[in-house]
């Protein structure tokens, strides 16, 4: 392992909350953090890729000076450097919203849709924007599994995310979004738009969605407050989002 760590890295993809900002979309990354980020971002590719939609992405991206695509909505949503265009797009079509909504219909008061740039509940939902993805929030450990037993039997063609380890409600989560929107996909969306194959990326997570992009790329890295399920798979364990853990990554492999 310690002649991995000695390759030259060329990019470096972060995730963003419990990541690169603690919890929380009012949360900015810490000065440290920042500082590094930055001076990286002069010579060497630095790009997000995030469960967040554009709305809640773009601010810290500016804040950042980020000049590399963006990728939001876990992987289902690429955008231009300026944060202006869709460059790529996985949407759930008509029909499959459908049938997610009819699976949680009992619960729809916990339902959050993601458009291309938005983040709405169901009842602010217009039905005219293209669905990238949902959020269903509040649920117990069981129901979740419940849940994603469902969508597993009766629809077809979805990434289905379980979050049992806190989230921002303290509970369980299911984020559903298209089969081909996943963040190891983000990777390969990456390769063609800065040229840079997911092998001499560093990626660095610590939630069950950052998972195939851990793998997926040349050196996982997993933050200390990550679960241990994806500890258990990472290439290195950085300190915690408490720790600035970024500037820390940053510091090893660049």
Not at 41 to 63: D, K
Not at 168 to 177: E, F, M, R, V
Request: charged share 25%; hydrophobic share 40%.
């Amino acid at each position: 392992m310690s002649d991995t760590f000695q390759k030259k890295y060329k990019a470096l993809i972060l995730d963003l909350d419990g990541t690169t900002v603690k919890l929380g979309f009012e949360n900015y990354p810490s000065e440290k953090v920042c500082s590094a980020i930055k001076k990286l971002s002069e010579n060497v590719p630095v790009c997000i890729v995030t469960g967040r939609p554009a709305v809640y992405t773009l601010p810290i991206f500016n804040f950042l000076g980020l000049k590399s695509p963006c990728i939001t909505n876990n992987g289902a949503v690429v955008l231009s450097p300026d944060g202006q265009t869709v460059l790529k797009k996985h949407a759930i079509d008509t029909e499959r919203v459908r049938s997610i909504l009819k699976i949680f219909s009992q619960k729809r008061d916990e339902i959050e849709i993601q458009t291309l740039f938005q983040e709405v509940t169901l009842a602010e939902y217009n039905g005219k924007d293209e669905v990238t993805g949902f959020f269903i929030k509040n649920l117990t450990e069981k129901q979740a599994l419940h849940y994603q037993d469902l969508l597993q039997k009766n629809v077809e063609n979805l990434s289905i995310n379980v979050v049992l380890k806190a989230t921002y409600s303290g509970n369980p989560l299911i984020y559903i979004t298209d089969i081909h929107a996943t963040k190891q996909q983000a990777l390969f969306h990456l390769f063609d738009l800065i040229k840079v194959k997911p092998e001499d990326m560093v990626a660095v997570g610590d939630s069950e969605n950052d998972l195939p992009m851990i793998i997926a790329a040349g050196m996982g890295v997993a933050m200390g407050n990550a679960a241990e399920g994806i500890k258990s798979v990472a290439d290195w364990i950085a300190p915690s989002v408490d720790e600035d853990g970024v500037s820390a990554v940053i510091e090893k492999f660049f």
